[in-house]
């Protein structure tokens, strides 16, 4: 495995390479992901006027992409293959690139965190290398096409772990014996994260490592301190902001959930000694305050100096389409997109991608 990676190590050397920004790295990051963006493409979902999407976005002020990769899910989609076709044009595009890897095989976030199906019967050591090599495939991948990845998250959304249940984990306690397998959890999930980002330098020495959790709102000191304690390694917080779901939040309104957001994210800034970025966000779509709401949080993102920059979660998807595998399952169609009826960036699309950090300015 090892020569194979060096093998490709080296072809990389020989390749082009598309790795081209408009935005320095470290600069504010006014993103998307789009890992829906070849679907809708094969089941001809027009842009503005038949136009190239990323190349739509980005004369609007986008300058960076956010990008699943599935283990290998049923359909095809959000798979390396498919991941690697789109981080190709977004490198063209002079787009700075998050990869997001779910290590999963269908979607990953705290209440589903399925082991691949390929992976089902590992134990603990295998399952540790079976995530430092799939980290290690996805990047080399990028790596022989020429791209650089400025961005690597090691799971997605798992603030209870991932890889259940081998690595579900849950708040600590003292309370013995249950404690006892509280600690060994937090212990194999931590290591899943270790040896992700031990593999994600390995291929890009200077790629920033993201450990990404929900709810931008809600303080876990617990989590952070239990990833610290027990070896979990990151370079980046990541958070999801959604402020208009009071159904999933308790209720609080839009205001409240900025103002929290905003609270949590100088805390952890101050107490991790690193940065924080909104790796995921979204609206209602055809709600007249989301621009409303939008410009306020990036009023008090962009003030917080260690605030990297903000992703809108799919904000391609518009007019009720919804990807094949939500059909079976009976899911309706995504409703926080941020695309209008005729293909074009939203108001809430057009706050998010005019918005610059004042020390930029």
């Given at each position: ?7 490709i ?11 081209r ?5 470290g600069?504010w ?15 001809s ?64 976030d ?11 019967n ?205 059909i ?34």
């Open positions: 495995m090892k020569k194979c990676f060096l093998l190590a080296a072809i990389g050397l020989l390749t082009g390479c598309y790795h920004t408009d935005s320095p790295r600069s990051a006014k993103g998307a992901d789009l890992s829906w963006l070849s679907e809708m493409e094969h089941d979902v027009p842009f503005g006027n038949h136009e190239d999407c990323i190349g739509l976005l980005r004369r609007e002020g986008m300058n960076a992409v956010r990008l699943r990769v599935w283990v290998n899910h049923s359909t095809g989609w959000s798979n390396k293959a498919d991941m690697l076709s789109l981080a190709r044009r977004a490198a063209k595009a002079g787009q700075r690139i998050m990869i997001d890897i779910h290590y999963s095989d269908f979607f990953a705290p209440s589903h965190q399925t082991i691949p199906a390929a992976w089902q590992y134990d603990y050591e295998t399952m540790l290398e079976a995530v430092r090599e799939h980290t290690l495939d996805v990047l080399y991948a990028l790596k022989e096409e020429g791209i650089k990845p400025e961005w690597v998250q090691i799971g997605n959304e798992t603030p209870n772990g991932m890889l259940w249940p081998m690595g579900k984990v849950s708040k600590p306690t003292l309370t013995l014996p249950k404690g006892k397998e509280i600690d060994e959890a937090w212990g194999r999930y931590a290591g899943f994260t270790r040896v992700g980002y031990e593999a994600a330098k390995e291929a890009f020495s200077d790629i920033t490592v993201i450990v990404h959790v929900d709810n931008a709102y809600e303080r876990r000191d617990w989590f952070w301190k239990a990833m610290h304690e027990h070896g979990g390694k990151w370079d980046m917080i990541g958070l999801s902001h959604y402020p208009m779901m009071s159904a999933w939040n308790g209720g609080k309104t839009w205001q409240e959930m900025n103002d929290l957001a905003e609270e949590n994210i100088k805390h952890l800034i101050r107490e991790w000694h690193c940065p924080v970025m909104i790796a995921e966000i979204g609206m209602f779509a055809n709600d007249s305050i989301s621009p409303v709401v939008m410009a306020d949080f990036i009023k008090r993102a962009t003030a917080i100096d260690s605030c990297a920059g903000i992703f809108y979660w799919e904000p391609e998807c518009y007019g009720g389409w919804r990807p094949s595998e939500y079976p399952l009976g899911w309706g169609s995504y409703d926080m997109g941020a695309f209008t009826d005729e293909g074009y960036p939203s108001e809430v699309m057009h706050v998010l991608l005019k918005s610059q950090k004042e020390s930029e300015q």
